[in-house]
């Protein structure tokens, strides 16, 4: 019983438990062991005592009692430290606070995501490394956020964390005048946070509420470090956006439930009303154009849109126009081709598709096989539609996106066997 609940509590605190110990220890692998021995250790002893009143001080306690021993026990196995410095080390070590913030930051996990995000690393290390470690995202969410192959992944978050040992990179936080430098790096981490939640990478549900919440959290956090910075805004209106039409995104049987089929009355007018605010702001700022406000204002014209069919498509078309001038990615050209085939029609956006495809960045990516299928099915080119979302299915792991792509292939399987009459009307 008490190894279930140190898995949920693993779930939800482990980022902050190593936020604090790498803030206590100074050292990314003495704290990453330190957590771990504290976990084993809940798991051995909440079973007899029950689980402590604040789980996450007790992890932080005992993970940081435990890298004390480890010291001690690596300075006698090398009898190269002296005794006073193990008694000075272990004073440092308990001196300091156990969940205390300073001022300017408020957080851990916030102060921990812009140390990760250091300039000595390269901007994707930074993001990959501290989703992964800080943030506890998995290996396989990880490397979808970066259109890559898991065990590639797995290799450039080993490096990177080698090239931090090499080099020597200290676990600082940054004075203030340095979190503009490093702020791009935090907006990425705190948006892979909240997009993992908004749409899981494999499993049985599509939305991790925990998770929308978490990335909401560090995205006010951060509006208040860094008040007016047009990314910060923009980032925040784009997941209170996203997250007012939460509710209406799966259905009672956790299928996953498209745009143009939510009702619309379940999405959350407060959460709506705040972040049209936040774009209207992070738009204001002279001479700054975010790529999260850009997103963000494509967000607010679905949002505004209270029936699909008063949705301005030839604006949203225009706007990924600008960002993929601004930021351009593979996933931004996909989106741009499905609003593309709002307006000009499933041929055009096939052929936008299709060279997307061509250039094989994202040939693991199923949801761009999935557009196909579903351009190629409004072309009434359903043999091809079929081999599209089959190859989408084997691609995808979050089992609502399997159903629903199982579903489409069943539904053109059933429409070979109408007369083609009947075909030709349920396809105009």
């Keep these: 019983m008490a190894d279930g609940v140190v898995q949920e509590i693993f779930r939800r605190e482990a980022g902050r438990v190593l936020a604090t110990l790498i803030r206590l220890l100074g050292d990314f692998d003495l704290a990453e062991e330190a957590r771990q021995e504290a976990f084993a250790a809940a798991i051995e002893q909440w079973a007899a005592a029950g689980v402590p009143a604040n789980p996450r001080a007790w992890l932080i306690r005992t993970g940081r009692n435990k890298a004390i021993d480890r010291i001690r026990r690596d300075a006698v196995f090398r009898t190269k430290i002296l005794e006073r410095e193990i008694a000075s080390a272990e004073a440092d070590i308990a001196a300091m606070p156990e969940d205390t913030d300073d001022e300017a930051f408020g ?22 490394l501290t989703l992964r470690e800080v943030c506890g995202l998995s290996t396989q969410a990880v490397a979808r956020a970066f259109l890559v192959g898991e065990e590639t992944m797995a290799q450039r978050l080993v490096r990177a964390k080698r090239k931090i040992r090499d080099a020597g990179i200290p676990y600082e936080t940054p004075e203030p005048p340095l979190f503009h430098e490093r702020i791009q790096g935090v907006l990425a981490v705190v ?11 494999a499993g049985t549900s599509l939305v991790d509420a925990e998770l929308c919440a978490e990335g909401i959290r560090l995205g006010r956090l951060l509006d208040e470090l860094l008040p007016k910075n047009p990314g910060v805004l923009g980032l925040l209106a784009l997941m209170l956006l996203h997250d007012a039409r939460r509710p209406s995104r799966v259905s009672d049987h956790g299928d996953v439930i498209l745009l143009e089929d939510q009702d619309r009355a379940l999405w959350d007018r407060s959460k709506i009303d705040e972040g049209l605010a936040l774009v209207e702001k992070a738009l ?39 960002l993929l001038r601004l930021q351009p990615s593979p996933v931004i050209e996909l989106n741009h081709a499905v609003a593309v085939s709002m307006v000009d029609g499933a041929l055009r956006a096939l052929n936008l598709a299709d060279s997307l495809a061509a250039r094989g960045q994202v040939s693991e990516y199923h949801l761009l096989h999935a557009a196909r299928g579903r351009f190629l099915q409004q072309l009434g080119r359903l043999d091809e539609s079929v081999e599209a979302y089959r190859r989408a299915l084997d691609l995808a792991t979050l089992e609502p996106e ?7 292939i069943a539904g053109i399987e059933s429409m070979r066997l109408l007369p083609s009459a009947s075909q030709a009307s349920r396809l105009r």
Aim: hydrophobic residues 45%.
């Design 107 to 128: 957080d851990d996990r916030l102060r921990l995501i812009f140390t990760c995000c250091h300039p000595a690393l390269g901007a994707e290390a930074q993001v990959a």
């Design 284 to 322: 204001s700022v002279r001479g700054q154009i975010s790529p999260y406000a850009v997103q963000a204002a494509i967000a607010a014209l679905h949002v505004r849109a209270w029936t699909k069919e008063a949705t301005d498509w030839p604006q949203i078309v225009g706007l990924y126009e600008v």
């Design 191 to 201: 948006y892979g946070v909240f997009t993992e939640g908004y749409a899981a990478t």
């Design 402 to 408: 399997r159903r629903l792509l199982a579903a489409r």
